[in-house]
């Protein structure tokens, strides 16, 4: 298959390695998303880490809560991913929906990406980079996970770089410069989506990596050798000092919602990577079976559904129409358009 397969239609995204376009699949009139990857000029490592990372991710992967890779190929200096095109995602569901999602739509929606998740961990992978904008949902309701450029293989004993993940979803130890650690990382994001589901605005906001850290301190309370052992020898634990500080309750961090939600994110937000609640337990927390219950697919809250919405897709104007004509139909030829 070729770019030429395919009728390329409006911009969705721009990243640092290239864009991201609708497109339909001449052959089929499948819509999909077509993700073009500029190669480095370095013969030691022509492809983009992240773009290795999540096309080897998506390939491995197949699960329904997963977003689905349909093919790659090359173009020119460029490799493109066809992917499965989902126009919404849970952040926009959260901040558009001008209200407090219902509980019992916000357990449909947290139940599919625990059931993603925990096949991404059971067959090995980390996903690094949780947030509601990499939780895409589609126009039947289902959730599924997005941009694999920071996953990783599960190995224990492994070392890992630590400036992974999105700063308002990144675990302590991550913070604290950590590079041995596990799935934990991601349990901690779950957690924080959890919350922001729950209270309609992120738990962690800051503006640095310092300020994040006595964000998470404020609200948990300063770590203890009871409730995080070993955190005195994370690399970057001595490079700044916090004040002691007393745990806020969940009652003030996550107020007014059924007690056994609070209980479910408190599950996750510990400084203890080991005690968070993996994946296929959390499927079997009371919260699940707690009246009100989660809604069906067909009934849950979707971005389309809400009054005035506007989908996230940006239609070109003829300025960036000739670009991509430009970027994604140029000759096989090698030359760089992307600038």
């Known amino acids: 298959m070729s770019i030429f397969a395919y009728d390329v239609g409006g911009i969705i995204g721009e990243g640092a390695h290239g864009i991201v376009v609708r497109a339909r699949n001449n052959a089929t009139g499948e819509i999909v998303a077509l993700k073009k990857i500029l190669l480095k000029r370095r013969p030691d490592k022509p492809f983009p880490i992240d773009a290795f990372r999540e096309v080897k991710s998506l390939q491995y992967l197949n699960h329904e809560n997963i977003i689905r890779l349909h093919e790659v190929f090359s173009h020119g200096p460029s490799v493109v991913l066809a992917m499965e095109f989902v126009p919404h995602n849970l952040s926009a569901l959260i901040y558009h929906s001008q209200k407090k999602l219902p509980i019992s739509h916000i357990k449909t929606y947290l139940i599919q990406l625990l059931k993603g998740l925990g096949y991404c961990h059971i067959n090995g992978i980390m996903h690094r980079d949780i947030k509601p904008a990499n939780l895409l949902i ?8 997005a941009d694999f450029g920071q996953a990783c293989l599960i190995v224990e004993g492994r070392k890992y770089e630590h400036q992974v993940a999105t700063r308002w979803y990144r675990a302590p130890e991550l913070l604290y410069g950590a590079q041995y650690y596990n799935e934990g990382v991601d349990l901690w994001a779950v957690g924080c989506v959890f919350a922001e589901m729950l209270n309609c605005f992120p738990l962690f906001r800051s503006e640095n990596d310092i300020e994040q850290l006595g964000v998470v301190l404020n609200a948990l309370g300063s770590p203890t050798e009871q409730n995080w052992p070993g955190h005195r020898k ?30 479910l994110a408190a599950s996750w937000l510990v400084y203890d990577s080991s005690r968070r609640l993996r994946c296929h337990k959390a499927l079997e927390h009371d919260l699940f079976l707690t009246e009100p219950l989660p809604v069906s697919k067909k009934d849950v809250l979707k971005p389309s559904t809400i ?23 140029a000759d096989q030829n090698g030359a760089d358009t992307s600038n």
């Open 307 to 329: 009054p005035d919405w506007q989908p996230l897709t940006i239609l070109p104007d003829e300025e960036k129409i000739d670009k991509i004509i430009q970027i994604f139909q």
């Open 138 to 145: 589609d126009v039947e309701g289902t959730l599924k996970i």
């Open 234 to 263: 994370l690399p970057d634990y001595n490079k700044i000092q916090f004040p002691c500080t007393d745990a806020t309750s969940w009652e003030q961090l996550i107020p007014d919602i059924q007690p056994e939600a609070r209980e």
